[in-house]
């Protein structure tokens, strides 16, 4: 129960930090002027302008929040170490693996509060527009929030052991992109064989699969690509296993 208290202060710390910052302030306001910027690609669809603000307005909001999420994931420890700050934290009965569940909780919660704020946004574009958003709108929110937790704990898990914030930052980045060309690196190690087989499978199933999640397709005719327990089982050991991995580098730093 300790630890439970310990952790749920230090996430609402944490998310306090996230939202009181400036530049969470500013991709909010940045994110929601693209938004409403979309509206001219909407308009010059004419007959598709409705889904043409659905699909512009989500694919703004994932990047925004995928932009300061990453950002703020790859500095989030780092920062408390090199100010110090986590020597004052660990002065009192803070265990470590409270203080990352924290963390990483906080950075959870911003997460979908940018994510709320940017969906409040574009669904009054919708509106206003006179149009209604599609079933599938607060699902594919959900799913943009999922990919946003899954990178997010990878890319603290790297900040713990890179040089840098911008490393760290850049390495999330190669995650991300190779995340959404899953199905095409499966496709080409059935074609390959030796080494080449091998590097492309160890890329592949070290790489978390973010076409499980992408909410692009969910307006599609097309199956869902996994079942419910399989998405939310999947989510759960990306989530899991980099705060293990990070747990383990974490012990091993001295303060």
């Keep these: 129960m300790r630890h439970f208290i310990s952790a749920w202060k230090i996430g609402g710390h944490s998310l306090r930090e ?49 932009a300061y999420s990453v950002l703020a994931a790859a500095s989030a420890i780092t920062r408390e170490i090199e ?47 006179g149009f209604t958003p599609p079933p599938f709108y ?23 052991f890179t040089t840098s914030t911008f490393s760290a930052v850049s390495i999330a980045g190669i995650l991300w992109i190779l995340g959404h060309f899953t199905s095409e690196a499966k496709f080409l190690i059935a074609r390959s064989s030796g080494a080449a087989a091998l590097a492309l499978s160890a890329g592949a199933y070290l790489t978390p699969n973010f076409q499980l999640f992408n909410a692009r397709d969910l307006g599609a005719a097309a199956p869902p ?17 980099p705060y293990l991995f990070s747990l383990a580098l974490f012990r091993k730093k001295e303060f």
């Design 18 to 66: 996230n939202y009181k910052n400036k530049f969470f302030s500013l991709f909010i306001i940045f994110a929601g002027v693209l938004i409403y910027a979309s509206l001219l690609a909407g308009v010059m669809a004419v007959d598709e302008e409705a889904r043409m603000l659905t699909d512009t307005g989500l694919a703004l909001m994932e990047l925004m929040t995928l």
């Design 83 to 129: 100010t110090k700050t986590i020597y004052l934290v660990f002065s009192r009965p803070v265990s470590r693996p409270a203080y990352l569940a924290g963390k990483a909780g906080g950075l959870y919660a911003a997460a979908a509060l940018m994510l709320g704020v940017m969906a409040l946004l574009h669904l009054s574009l919708i509106y206003s527009r």
């Design 138 to 160: 607060l699902k594919a929110v959900f799913f943009i929030w999922c990919k946003i937790l899954m990178i997010s704990s990878v890319t603290l898990f790297v900040s713990l």
């Design 225 to 241: 690509p996994a079942a419910p327990g399989f998405l939310a089982a999947y989510l759960l050991v990306w989530m899991a296993a």
